[in-house]
């Protein structure tokens, strides 16, 4: 006879919680619950305040919410969306600080936007690379020095406390994080669902306000969609400017306003991104996967994705599939 096998003990949910401060965005509220939400039954979202009561957002309505800052000491992240009006000074209301001193170690922390102001007035991002919305940059730099900030990026992940940029970027860092846990075939079904992009190319500077280009400027979409048909050519800056049609100088400067970044810079962010895929979903050794995605060596891989992410292709692999396979 064949003894019955118990069945394993159910995985607990990743607990997030939301800290909604007074003045805050609707819409940056609701991302949390948008994006870790629609990955099925792997988190549980909770909405907090700092005293259990409603609060005002910045539109003509409060919201109210069923829990105080108790629901910070069991969370597993914490996430912190923008607010107004911003502080003139680096302090912290008592109740937001209390709020924050019941965070338990080891939560990963999240902010959305100006949320950073309140993570930096707490100390949490002294000597750390963090980043913001680009409008509130300067004022940012001034009350907080000892920040790192780098406002030309979507979001910046250092370990357990990540920050991002204005509004949507709060679907990116959020996008990001369900990748980091479950894998990109998580993440991408969770976009899906959410008809957002998985990722978005280059950074803030794309969003800057500049001026308008002519209506009849030809842009650079299409070669983008071609050149990433293309990952695994060595693909030139001539190359790209021909197939626009543009000279090598017109196209170099469109591209940046367009994306961000370089044409070069963007390959090789493509060319990551599609070895990181390849490593969570195949077998292939990395000298193919080098192949592949247009990297002439696997050292050359091992290189560029260690820049981007601080880990070889073999210790991604191990980390990746182990939670697809969870």
């Given amino acids: 006879m064949t003894a019955a096998r118990t069945p394993a003990p159910a995985r607990a949910r990743h607990r997030v919680v939301v800290l909604a401060l007074d003045g805050v965005y609707p819409f940056e509220l609701g991302i949390p619950l948008r994006v870790f939400g629609t990955a099925g039954d792997l988190y549980q979202v909770t909405t907090c305040t700092v005293d259990g009561r409603p609060v005002r957002t910045l539109g003509d309505f409060t919201i109210s919410v069923g829990h105080g800052p108790e629901a910070l000491r069991t969370a597993d992240t914490v996430v912190i969306p923008p607010y107004g009006p911003l502080p003139e000074t680096p302090g912290l209301p008592a109740a937001v600080a209390d709020a924050l001193a019941a965070i338990r170690p080891g939560a990963r922390t999240v902010s959305i ?20 919305h680009w409008r509130e940059a300067a004022r940012f730099r001034e009350l907080f020095p000892r920040v790192r900030l780098d406002a030309d990026v979507l979001f910046v992940d250092d370990g357990d406390v990540l920050t991002s940029a204005g509004a949507a970027s709060g679907v990116d860092v959020c996008l990001h994080l369900v990748r980091r846990d479950h894998g990109s075939r998580v993440a991408n079904r969770v976009a899906r669902r959410c008809v957002v992009p998985p990722w978005r190319d280059g950074g803030q500077a794309q969003y800057i306000e500049q001026p308008v280009p002519e209506p009849a400027a030809t842009g650079t979409a299409a070669t983008r969609a071609w050149a990433l048909e293309r990952l695994d050519a060595p693909l030139t800056l001539a190359d790209l400017a021909g197939h626009a049609r543009m000279s090598v100088r017109t196209f170099a400067r469109r591209f940046r306003e367009e994306t961000g970044v370089s044409p070069g810079r963007w390959l090789i962010q493509q060319r990551v991104s599609r070895a990181r895929e390849l490593l969570e979903s195949s077998d292939l050794p990395v000298e193919r996967i080098a192949e592949r995605v247009g990297f002439a060596t696997a050292a050359s891989l091992r290189q560029h994705l260690h820049a981007a992410i601080g880990v070889s292709p073999l210790a991604y692999r191990r980390t990746f599939q182990r939670a697809a396979r969870r």
């Fill in 113 to 132: 936007c100006t949320g950073a102001f309140v993570l930096a007035a707490a100390g949490m991002l002294d000597g750390r690379p963090a980043t913001t």
